[in-house]
């Protein structure tokens, strides 16, 4: 069975409900934030965000108040400094209190990776020596019993819905993902729902050295929206923009001037061409 294509109007409107648990993967490199926009714009509420390391997308979503719990290894803005709108939540509560699952790269990986082969927990060798297990209830340890070592477990992550963007995918909704990657396999594979956002599509994918390619029997729908990763890059078609990350900084660092700036840019725009044209405006 072949992905449905369709716009991401559409896609999110079919797939994306309140209150499920959303992973929105990407590590720097082909992160979704025009999937995250129209998530926003159709104003879905009480999630629960997955991420191995939320930036400046989840920043965007926990200050408009969508999230309930945030599940991650890291968070911050890369090369830059804080979260405002995540520490405001954490912090003071605004524009809702969040709720936290901390967990370390490794950790997520290994849930990410349970959750992939429909186990209930991960294991892995870490989280010795740190204080995640005193602030994490769900980080708990396992006796080998092969070795008779200690081990840490984390729950398998079975996010309800999975976003990904990629450079490629075909006409069957085979996806390619070229570059470097982070959990963006396992998240896809350990989802219930995976939705993908491409660059463009093509009649065939070419086999390339050390690309992905997820399979169109994994990928429930498709919506083409080319610069969808942007303000963060997609290798091969464009660059990071690390001027704007810089400015995330002074934008989302008092309330009112974050608001200002979602409600034109993001929940004023019909769609994601509109909001890169509203950039190159301003």
């Known amino acids: 069975m ?25 590590f720097t490199h082909l992160i979704p934030f025009a999937a995250a926009h129209e998530i926003l714009r159709q104003g879905r509420r009480d999630l629960h965000l997955i991420r ?35 520490r405001d939540a954490v912090e003071r509560g605004w524009p809702r209190p969040l709720e936290l ?32 297990p005193k602030v994490n209830a769900e980080i708990r340890h396992v006796v080998c019993p092969y070795s008779g070592e200690r081990l840490a477990t984390v729950p398998a992550l079975r996010p309800d819905v999975t976003v990904l963007h990629a450079q490629r995918a075909d006409r069957r909704g085979n996806v390619r993902i070229d570059g470097i990657v982070g959990a963006q396999k396992e998240a896809a594979l350990a989802a219930r729902t ?28 498709i919506a083409v929206v080319p610069g969808g990763a942007y303000p963060s890059y997609a290798q091969g078609c464009y660059a ?22 979602m409600a034109r840019h993001v929940l004023g725009c019909r ?9 190159e405006a301003a």
């Open 52 to 86: 191995m390391t939320p930036d400046l997308v989840y920043d965007q979503m926990i200050g408009l108040g969508c999230a309930r719990a945030l599940t991650f290894s890291w968070g911050g803005n890369p090369g830059v400094g804080s979260l405002h709108r995540l």
């Open 2 to 26: 072949s992905a449905r294509f369709g716009t991401l109007g559409e896609i999110v409107a079919a797939h994306v409900r309140d209150g499920q648990s959303l992973a929105l993967e990407g």
């Open 271 to 279: 769609d994601h061409g509109e909001f890169l044209r509203t950039l």
């Open 101 to 132: 699952h901390e967990h370390s790269h490794a950790g997520m990986a290994a849930a990410y990776a349970a959750g992939a082969a429909r186990l209930p927990f991960g294991v892995l060798r870490g989280y010795a020596g740190t204080d995640l």
């Open 194 to 221: 995976l939705l993908v956002t491409v660059e463009h599509v093509v009649e065939r994918l070419e086999p390339a050295l050390n690309a992905i390619v997820l399979p169109h029997w994994v990928v429930t729908a």
């Open 240 to 261: 990071r923009d690390n001027a704007f990350y810089r400015r995330w900084d002074e934008i989302a660092r008092e309330r009112e001037r974050f608001a200002g700036w």
